[in-house]
């Protein structure tokens, strides 16, 4: 008899067309190192609104074998902007985001914009332009949240599970919870 994780397709990270949305932040680094040096996928594209931490990505990832990464200047806010840099996307990894507890409680419509909003426009997006899967970041500040942050993260993981719901097309939506890290910004 098969076990349910069975059925789970591995992902073939080096045959991939992957885009991180928050690509040059602290988990975005890391996670374009690990997939670069460990898998070299097809192409690798790393969305942000940096344009400081892109030009020092670009240098450090400026010979061979990184010729399969790609920058895209964006906000997830965008819709327009997404649906482009997710054309020909296998993968999202969704790690844009407000983090900061304070600045949110200071600035909780950006919050909102970008936590929430930009979530919505990452799912529709994915499924727009038929990406196979989203990987959305989230936080332990979603469970029972008694901040702002925690709270639009809270509602970004209810809308991506709806998401699979949602989408007419084979596009796949599931969260993992981030905590805080040592060298992280959060």
């Known amino acids: 008899m098969n076990s349910a994780t069975d059925n789970i397709k591995q992902v073939d990270w080096s045959n991939s067309r992957i885009l991180v949305t ?15 040096d460990k898998y070299n996928p097809v192409r690798l ?16 990832y400026s010979s061979n074998p990184y010729d399969s990464i790609r920058y895209f200047l964006g906000d997830v806010r ?4 997404l649906r482009r840099a997710f054309s020909n996307v296998d993968i999202v990894i969704h ?14 419509f950006e919050a909102v914009m970008t936590n929430i ?3 919505k426009n990452v799912i529709d997006a994915a499924i727009d332009t038929g990406v196979s899967k989203v990987l959305a970041l989230s936080t332990d500040k979603a469970v029972g949240p ?5 709270g ?3 509602v970004a993981e209810k809308l991506f599970i709806q998401g699979n719901a949602y ?17 992280s910004r959060g």
């Open 95 to 108: 790690a844009a985001a407000l983090k900061q507890v304070p600045a949110a409680e200071a600035d909780p």
């Open 22 to 36: 928050g690509g040059t932040g602290s988990f975005g680094q890391r996670f374009v190192r690990r997939i670069i």
């Open 167 to 183: 989408s007419t097309s084979e596009t796949q939506f599931a969260c993992s919870r981030y905590g805080n890290v040592i060298g």
């Open 78 to 81: 965008d819709y327009d902007r």
């Open 117 to 119: 909003m930009g979530a």
């Open 146 to 150: 008694a901040n702002l942050y925690g």
């Open 45 to 60: 594209a790393v969305l942000s609104r940096d344009e400081l931490k892109q030009s020092e990505m670009r240098q450090r």
């Open 152 to 154: 639009t993260k809270f």
